[in-house]
């Protein structure tokens, strides 16, 4: 009975010392990511790039229309993409003459922004296995960490630079390879070949952000699961706007992604929640429950064979539809994105949507425009009586926006509707899919929409 006695008061004394741990440090559950493999895939933890608790947050003082900032210059890439600029000559890049002058063409074609508006997860490399900080982004194909000895330049990163000579399982790779091949459309920009034929890789993003090295081949895992062979950018000039990150983690429709990488193991498709500044989500990659998502079909595009292109169809405000024509929602394609903060819409839809919203919200005190966001509120989100507003996208899924989806805080005292006019291509971004677990089911050509998902 005595003994009895001392294990419960034990299990008392373990449970209020994990509940003063939590307190103190709210970050505690999520110091060690989770990682691991299991029936239904890899699985794991996703990190807004604002959160305190992410591995490399970006600085905490940094103001949101640094964030805007750089969603401009996000959008601006896509819409560099879409119109087929053409690519500058290639860059040179030698293991024995390594000229910071030789990459003065780079950047090249603008792939896509990445940076404040990226959130991050954790990658292994190596073997033995090292863990780096990633950014996830499905609007690029490659995948490129920083090496050392960074001939040319490294940007700070959290945690130590990834040493190819540290790992039994590197390999470079020739410049006669496929792999070596299959970099133009991986990257939008030509391959080059230094002297000791190794194949050179130049990704360049539409901030003038930029990483130039090697291509490699070596032992990717996450937890204890490893793949071999996988094919990425060994960074030797890296300079830009990626936070710190150790690189950045391709998820597009390409060969070269890590997605199609890891398809033979796993299956073609991945899954996200991504989650707000003040909790933690997933990435998973591999099998998922079908039966939890409504879907809408994938669109083929020619403007850009890697990118996800869905068709939006309708948006309600208060229950009634937007009033405009239903061809002017189909007016720009349309691309669901995770690394653009601010959904663009074409212009009249986006006109409809705020005069919907402002109409609805008529007992808020209005603010000047912000940047970009030119329909803003005195207040927070979380605290104002905001109208239901559901996104429909062809084959009947859709997007209940709760607030936090529907509105973004650009400071302490104001808060604007998280969308903006589109140019060239309206885009779906991070912020209405937050909270949300969304599926690219590449097999089957879809991508599915569930409620709930960070929970």
């Not at 090292?130 to 950014?135: D, K, R």
């Not at 710190?244 to 997605?259: D, I």
Request: glycine residues 8%.
């Amino acid at each position: 009975m005595a003994l009895l006695l001392r294990l419960v008061a034990l299990s008392l004394l373990l449970a209020v010392a994990t509940a003063i741990r939590d307190i103190t440090d709210p970050c505690s559950s999520e110091i060690k990511d989770f990682q691991h493999l299991n029936s239904s895939g890899l699985h794991l933890t996703l990190h807004h790039p604002r959160s305190p608790c992410s591995p490399a947050p970006v600085d905490a003082d940094l103001p949101f229309s640094a964030v805007l900032t750089h969603d401009a210059a996000r959008i601006a890439s896509f819409a560099a993409r879409l119109a087929k600029t053409p690519s500058a000559r290639p860059t040179s890049l030698d293991e024995q003459q390594p000229v910071a002058a030789s990459l003065a063409s780079v950047p090249l074609n603008p792939g896509t922004s990445v940076g404040v508006g990226n959130y991050v997860t954790r990658m292994g490399l190596g073997t033995p296995a090292t863990s780096y900080v990633m950014v996830v982004d499905t609007g690029s194909s490659l995948t490129w960490l920083q090496c050392s000895p960074c001939m040319v330049s490294c940007h700070r990163q959290a945690g130590p630079v990834f040493n190819p000579k540290a790992s039994s399982s590197y390999a470079s790779v020739s410049c006669s390879s496929s792999q070596c091949g299959d970099l133009t459309s991986a990257t939008l920009n030509p391959a080059a070949c230094s002297s000791s034929n190794v194949c050179i890789y130049q990704a360049s993003y539409g901030d003038s952000s930029f990483s130039v090295g090697y291509l490699s081949k070596d032992t990717v895992s996450f937890g204890s699961t490893s793949v071999p062979n996988f094919y990425y950018g060994c960074g030797q000039d890296n300079e830009g706007l990626f936070g710190r990150s150790a690189g950045l983690m391709g998820l597009a429709r390409n060969k070269l992604s890590l997605l199609y990488q890891l398809a033979p193991k796993l299956g073609y498709s991945f899954s996200y929640c991504l989650p707000t500044s003040s909790s933690s989500g997933y990435l998973s990659i591999g099998s998922y429950n079908p039966g939890q998502y409504a879907y809408t079909p994938m669109v083929s595009s020619s403007l850009d064979d890697s990118l996800y292109f869905i068709k939006l169809t309708g948006i309600t405000v208060a229950g009634k539809p937007l009033a405009v024509s239903t061809s002017a929602y189909s007016s720009l394609p349309t691309i669901i994105d995770s690394g653009t903060v601010i959904t663009r819409l074409p212009t009249g839809v986006y006109s409809a949507l705020s005069k919907a919203v402002a109409a609805a919200m008529r007992g808020t005190p209005s603010a000047p425009a912000f940047s970009i966001l030119d329909t803003c509120f005195q207040g927070q989100a979380a605290r104002l009586r905001a109208p239901a507003v559901s996104m429909v996208f062809a084959g009947g899924a859709a997007l209940k926006l709760a607030p936090r989806n529907l509105l973004v805080d650009v400071d302490d005292s104001t808060t604007c509707l998280a969308f903006a006019p589109a140019r060239s291509a309206a885009i779906i971004g991070n912020t209405q899919q937050q909270t949300f677990s969304v599926v690219y089911d590449v097999k089957s050509n879809r991508i599915g929409f569930a409620a709930g998902g960070c929970s």
